[in-house]
């Protein structure tokens, strides 16, 4: 089952515009991601936030993780059309030994930026 | 460094039809991972190593075996084709040293089509 659930499943905007993606989750983490992915080529991670952190930047990204919601954001500033790719967050299992490393993704935010 | 290469890029297959998609890494990372990803359905994990003859399986595990013989190479066996694995295939990898759940590399993908 999906861990990650991302909303909304499709965002438009105009280049130089905001864009939030939100991400709900079901159960207890270590960490948070968010990848991105450009139509037809593999995942690029973005940035990472750990379950103790609330806030975290890397350039025009700023995510957010409230564990008491189970729930994350990611906001891209001042969006370009080289933005335009589906985005997805990805929880860890909070296991033990190398079951942590195991991601679960939700079906992702396709984001297009328009010039 | 090459980072996480997958060969081939395409594939076609007929139902019954067995093959390997290969996956390699030269970053010398423990954990490696198998992906599928559907329309819509985001990635769900196949199967994942933590280290040179330790596999274990994700959460759609059926129809696919893997080996890890070596760090580098971890390769996803169809024995059997089915039109249901008509997917595109990452894979991908990162380092157990570390604090946990840190990003993942992911190759570029195999998209198969089994008719």
């Known amino acids: 089952s999906q861990q990650g659930e991302e909303d909304p499943q499709a965002l438009s905007i105009q280049e130089g515009e905001n864009a939030t993606m939100n991400c709900s989750y079901k159960?207890?983490?270590?960490?948070l991601q968010w990848y991105r992915q450009n139509s037809g080529r593999g995942l690029v991670h973005l940035i990472l936030i750990r379950s103790n952190e609330r806030e975290k930047h890397s350039g025009r990204l700023r995510v957010t993780l409230d564990t008491s919601k189970k729930s994350s954001s990611l906001l891209i500033t001042a969006s370009q059309a080289a933005d335009t790719a589906s985005y997805f967050c990805?929880?860890?299992?909070?296991?033990?030994?190398?079951?942590?490393?195991?991601?679960?993704f939700g079906k992702g935010t396709l984001l297009t930026v328009n010039p | 460094n090459a980072g996480v290469t997958q060969t081939p890029k395409f594939q076609v297959l007929k139902t019954g039809q067995s093959m390997t998609l290969q996956c390699a890494q030269d970053m010398n990372h423990e954990y490696m991972s198998w992906y599928r990803q559907d329309p819509g359905m985001g990635l769900r994990l196949i199967h994942y190593s933590v280290g040179a003859g330790i596999t274990d399986q994700g959460e759609v595990p059926n129809g696919y075996n893997v080996s890890r013989s070596t760090t580098e190479d971890f390769p996803l066996r169809l024995l059997s084709a089915a039109p249901s694995q008509t997917s595109v295939y990452f894979c991908?990898?990162?380092?157990?040293?570390?604090?946990?759940?840190?990003?993942?590399?992911f190759g570029p993908g195999t998209r198969l089509t089994v008719l």
């Open positions: 990805a929880t860890d299992a909070n296991g033990s030994g190398g079951s942590n490393y195991k991601l679960t």
């Open positions: 159960t207890s983490i270590n960490n």
């Open positions: 991908a990898s990162t380092p157990l040293a570390g604090e946990v759940g840190d990003e993942q590399f």
